[in-house]
């Protein structure tokens, strides 16, 4: 079993519509959650992090943390074409030199 | 700010033959690196912690003979995939910790390098 599980998709929604994107872990030791944005050829890019159980909004950006369930969430709200691409969770101790460790992403697809 | 640049951004080679891969923070100091490995539809899989002027951690299951890692600068990181074979053909990224941030966020990636062997 992955440490981080996290549907591949792909999740094809209209424009405007919510897209919602989760993943699951198995490590209790996670403390920190972020979610990065990667489009096709280039390097993931920080879309938002945080390291307590709850909500984070910035934006059109929630994210949403539920340690007890080691569940984590992000929406997009208003979803344009643009946001069109595949979004990774990643996760790490609070100390362990930084690393982290990824989902397997989830391809999103915003039709106009 | 926070910009890392990897050089080359897409590479072919012969079998057999050797590759380097060049990973720049420029506008900030990175004592630390990382190298990540990603097929196609695939998460990243972290390689390699780099460190200044220290030798490099490899993750299990990685050959630290087969891909030579060198941080000589707090600004520059090199990966060599040496003797490459069609197998290691894949998207090479690299992120860099800013040595003046303290939180696991604060790590910025590059924006990859393509290998192919034929």
């Known amino acids: 079993q992955k440490e981080v599980e996290q549907d591949p998709g792909p999740l094809s929604v209209p424009e405007g519509a919510i897209v919602s994107l989760n993943c699951t872990y198995s490590?209790?030791?996670?403390?920190?959650f972020m979610w990065y944005r990667q489009y096709s050829r280039k390097g993931p890019e920080l879309l938002m992090y945080?390291?307590?159980?709850g909500n984070k909004e910035d934006g059109r950006f929630t994210a949403q943390v539920d340690k007890s369930s080691k569940y984590i969430s992000l929406f997009i709200r208003d979803s344009q074409p643009s946001d069109s691409a595949t979004y990774l969770c990643a996760m790490s101790p609070k100390a362990a030199g930084n690393k982290l460790t990824f989902g397997g992403g989830t391809r999103v697809l915003v039709k106009p | 700010g926070a910009v890392v640049s990897q050089h080359p951004s897409w590479v072919i080679c012969k079998s057999g033959t050797s590759v380097k891969i060049e990973c720049r923070s420029l506008d900030f100091q990175a004592t630390t690196m990382f190298w990540y490995r990603q097929f196609p539809k695939q998460s990243l899989m972290l390689m390699a912690t780099?460190?200044?002027?220290?030798?490099?951690?490899?993750e299990q299951g990685v050959e630290k003979d087969k891909f030579l890692i060198n941080h000589a600068s707090l600004t520059l990181s090199t990966l060599t995939v040496t003797s490459a074979h069609p197998e290691d053909s894949s998207f090479y990224i690299c992120?860099?910790?800013?040595?003046?941030?303290?939180?696991?966020?604060?790590?910025?990636f590059g924006p990859g390098t393509r290998l192919t062997v034929t």
């Open positions: 945080t390291y307590s159980s």
């Open positions: 490590n209790s030791a996670f403390q920190y």
């Open positions: 992120s860099a910790r800013d040595s003046a941030g303290t939180e696991v966020y604060e790590q910025y």
């Open positions: 780099s460190n200044e002027g220290s030798k490099a951690t490899y």
